[in-house]
């Protein structure tokens, strides 16, 4: 199997910037070995063969002429979670409602992405309008973790970290409502951002929940997180949301230096309570030990709330969810049924074009906005949510980072928690938090238990990004974790 499907996409650019490698021979390598592997994987519900392969056609011409403004991905080849819009491709959020919806634009990411050299290679698959931590609510596949076929990738963009775990391409975009980009990117041994709220535009991100979602990078590594980092955040006027720091981001400087002296990491006592297996809190407490090493100062914090923020998350989720989701009516997006009567119409629509799950959440978030219940559910649940961005408020008062387990369990067996929503909803009880209080998160790998990956999540102030990267960087050089990768058709 071609070496030039393990490269990091940093690498890949310098390759080709120099030469050394044409863009076709890089999309020719990850079509191989997508042909090769991804029948056992799943990863891609889309693969875009036919654009990259003209695209990378271009970018070579470019670059042979001389072009000197290529840009820091050229010659990458990115998958994009496909409920991200890419013009003129088939965009699912892998429900039957969109199956054959093809947006007449490009999300902001994608032609960011596109404007720095990057080869879109296909679309990933992931649980229903990303609601899940399994990707096994997907309508139209199973994706299965590189490191066991027998194993969930994580959700819900699992098919977007099963394919950088995999080498089915060189980095990928994922969207975090509640943890769906460090959750599957802990499972699958790779590296997952979720950047501050407003600081990546959701221009053309199909919406779930618009008070937590953001997109951001899954990656082999910290300098490529960073890399496409700088490439996708910016301010932009089509997101209300947008915040003007978000130009900061675009330069990011990681200190060579993995020194970490001067930085105050915190370790929130609840984050290492019930239900954190022992394999992963060890692997954890490691990995903190490892950034005292590197001279970070490292003490206890209590964050008091945690073990509301499931609780808050799902009544506004779900209540977001419900009424992003009148959308579809039959009428204007992908599937209509057949009826006599436009009510009739709208009914079997929406009976025929949502799952269980997304049915479920309707259901939920309806419910928790409904005249009489409003006041005891949502309105509360808003309250705890300030009272969880409190406790974060004080914490970062003393800590400049704050550690702990992305995922309370490594990867679990193909259909264990199908039955059992509230289980598959705890594997998101140490990502949600920072949804709640729109604070950059990272999860990077940190060894392995029972020989799967465990995840290191790192969050970060609003718009200290650097911070969050630096430390993740530094701890990244110190250790090999990041290349132990999964014996899938190696
Ligand atoms: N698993 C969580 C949920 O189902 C988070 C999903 C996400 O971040 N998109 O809501």
């Known amino acids: 199997m071609s ?63 001389g072009d000197t403004a290529l840009g820091p991905l050229a010659g990458v080849p990115v998958a994009i979670k496909d409920n991200i819009c890419t013009q003129g491709i088939r965009t699912t959020c892998a429900s039957r409602i969109l199956e054959n919806f093809v947006p007449p634009y490009d999300a902001t990411v994608v032609s960011r992405l596109q404007a720095a050299g990057a080869i879109i290679i296909g679309k990933t698959n992931l649980d229903e309008f990303a609601m899940g931590s399994s990707t096994e609510n997907s309508a139209f596949q199973v994706t299965r973790n590189p490191w066991d076929i027998s194993r969930v990738p994580g959700g819900s963009s699992g098919g977007s970290a099963a394919a950088v775990a995999a080498d089915l391409c060189a980095a990928a975009l994922g969207s975090d409502t509640g943890g769906s980009i460090r959750q599957p990117a802990a499972l699958c041994g790779v590296v997952g951002l979720k950047p501050t709220y407003g600081a ?38 089509r997101d209300s949301t947008s915040h003007p720091d978000a130009d900061r981001l675009q330069r990011i400087q990681l200190p ?91 009914l079997r629509t929406r009976q025929q074009g949502f799952g269980l799950e997304v049915k479920r959440r309707i259901m939920l978030g309806t419910y928790a906005l409904s005249a009489g219940y409003y006041d005891a559910y949502y309105k509360k649940a808003q309250q705890v949510r300030t009272l969880v961005i409190r406790d974060f408020e004080a914490a970062f008062r003393r800590f400049d980072v704050l550690v702990a387990p992305t995922s309370p369990t490594v990867a679990w067996g193909l259909g264990e928690r199908l039955d059992d929503p509230l289980a598959m909803y705890m594997a998101d009880i140490l990502t949600i938090p920072a949804n709640l209080a729109g604070l950059p998160a990272i999860s990077i790998p940190c060894g392995l238990s029972q020989g799967l990956p465990v995840g290191l999540q790192i969050i970060g102030r609003h718009f200290d990004e650097p911070t969050v990267l630096r430390v993740a960087y530094a701890y990244e050089k110190v250790t090999q974790h990041h290349q132990t990768r999964p014996a899938l058709g190696q």
């Open 3 to 65: 070496a030039t499907t393990k490269l990091t996409a940093t690498r890949l650019n310098r390759l080709f910037l120099a030469g050394e490698l044409s863009a076709e021979e890089i999309v020719e390598a990850y079509l191989e070995r997508i042909q090769a592997v991804d029948g056992q994987v799943g990863a891609y519900l889309t693969v875009t063969a036919a654009e990259a392969r003209e695209r990378a056609r271009k970018l070579d011409a470019r670059r042979k002429a």
């Open 256 to 346: 060579t230096d993995p020194n970490l002296s001067g930085i105050r990491v915190g370790v929130p006592r609840e984050y290492f309570a019930q239900g954190v297996e022992p394999g992963v809190r060890q692997a954890v407490e490691q990995a903190i030990a490892k950034l005292a090493e590197l001279g970070a100062t490292v003490d206890e914090v209590s964050l008091p709330h945690t073990e509301y923020a499931l609780d808050a998350y799902y009544i506004v989720a779900t209540a977001e969810a419900s009424s992003n989701l009148a959308r579809y009516d039959g009428v204007r997006y992908g599937l209509r049924a057949e009826a006599d009567s436009v009510t009739e119409m709208y």
């Open 200 to 237: 990546v535009s959701r221009y053309g991100l199909v919406a779930f929940a618009s008070s937590l979602d953001q997109i951001g990078p899954i990656t082999k590594d910290v300098a490529d997180a960073a890399l496409l980092l700088s490439v996708i955040a910016g301010y932009d006027r």
